[in-house]
C-alpha cells in the first residue's frame, strides 16, 4: 500500500476509531491503530510481536485490532458490491466474456476455509473435513477479481455448497430479487440460456449455477465444456490466492473470537477490492490473473449441455483443442 492510499484510508476510517487524550494518558493516533491492524492483516503477526514493534501492551492491541477491523468494513464494506440492476448484472456478463471466454457469467463462486481456535465447548461443531477447526468464507468474484459477495461465519463443518443453500445471495436469486435477466441468445442456439454462476463440484449443479461435468470417460465435448468452465472459474481461486499472499493472517491459525474473525474476515475482503481498485498494478501480482456428487436437476444438466454445445461450435477459441486435456 502506498502513501498516498494509506492516508485515503486514514482519511475515511479515522473518525469511527479517534479516541480523546485525558489527563490520565494519552491517546492512540487513530493512523497508528490503522498501521497496527493493517500490520497484522498483512503478517499474521502475534500481539506479543506487535507489542513490541508499536510499544502498546497486548491488552491495548486486543481490542484495536477488532475495532478498526470493523471500522474498515464500516466505511469499506461498499467495496464489495452486489449488482443491483439488470444493466450492471450484463457488465459483469460481458466482462467474463471477453477477459474468460465464457457467455451469461455472473461470477466465480469458490469457499474457504478460515483457521480458527474454537469456541469453549463447541466440541467439534467448528471442525472441517480437512481435520482443523474454522469458519466458512464463501464468496463470488468478479471477472476483475474482486469480490462481489462474500457470506462468512458459518462453522467449518458445513459444505461450501450447504452455505451457499443458506446465503441471502442464493434465496435472492431464487425468489427472482436480483433484477437478473432470465435468459438470452447465443449465436448458433435455438434457444435461451439462462444467466449463470460457475463453481466446482463442491456446489450443486442448478439452471443458474455451472459445475464440470462428473466422471473420466468424458467426450472431447465435456472435456472442453470442462476447460471453458475450469478457466472462468480461476478468477475465485486467484482471488482467494491474492487475499492469502496479502493478508497473511489467513496463512494462521487465528487467536479470536468468531465475531471478531469475521470482522477480521470482512475488513481483509473490503481492503482487497479497496486496493484492487486503488492500485491494481502493485496490488495484484502480474502472474495472478492467470492461474462427493452432488445431482444437478434434468434442466440444469440441459443448460451445461447447450453450454457445451456452444463452446464446442460458435463459441470455440482458437486454443482450446491444445488445452482441454490439461484440465
Known sequence: MDVSTFEELVAL????????????????????????????LATGETQSSLSY????????ISGIIPAVCSAIYHHLGSEIQVPESENEWKMVAE???????????????????????????????YR????????????????????????????GRVSDGGVWGKSK??????????????????????????????ADDAFPL????????????LS?????FNYRLSRARR???????????????????????????????????????????????TYIPKDSADREDIRGSNYAKDVRDRFCNFFNAEGAVPWQDNNYTLH
Open 235 to 281: 478468477v475465485s481461486e486467484n482471488a482467494f490466492g491474492i487475499l492469502a499472499a496479502r493478508f497473511r493472517v489467513f496463512g494462521t491459525t487465528i487467536l479470536t473470537s468468531v465475531p471478531n474473525t469475521k470482522l477480521i474476515v470482512l475488513a481483509a475482503c473490503s481492503l482487497h477490492n479497496f486496493l484492487t481498485n486503488r492500485s491494481k498494478n
Open 53 to 60: 514493534q508499536f510499544r502498546i501492551a497486548q491488552n491495548t
Open 13 to 40: 476510517v479515522s473518525p469511527s476509531i479517534e479516541r480523546n487524550n485525558t489527563s490520565m494518558r494519552e491517546a492512540i493516533p487513530a493512523a497508528e491503530r490503522i498501521a497496527l491492524t493493517l500490520r497484522y
Open 206 to 217: 442448478m439452471p443458474n449455477i455451472m459445475k464440470p461435468y462428473p466422471g473420466s470417460n
Open 128 to 155: 472441517n473435513y480437512k481435520g482443523f477447526f474454522s469458519i466458512v468464507l464463501l464468496a463470488v468474484v468478479d471477472a476483475n477479481l474482486k469480490f462481489l459477495y462474500v457470506d462468512v461465519g458459518t462453522n
Open 95 to 125: 466482462e467474463f466474456w471477453a477477459k474468460w471466454n465464457f457467455p451469461l457469467c455472473l461470477g466465480a463462486m469458490d469457499g474457504k476455509h478460515i483457521r480458527i481456535k474454537p469456541p469453549p465447548h463447541s466440541g467439534a461443531t
Open 169 to 198: 445471495l442464493r434465496q435472492s436469486i431464487t425468489n427472482g430479487d436480483m433484477n437478473i435477466s432470465e435468459a438470452a441468445t447465443l449465436p448458433g442456439l435455438a434457444s435461451n440460456l439462462p444467466f449463470v454462476i460457475v
Open 220 to 224: 472431447k465435448e465435456c472435456l472442453i
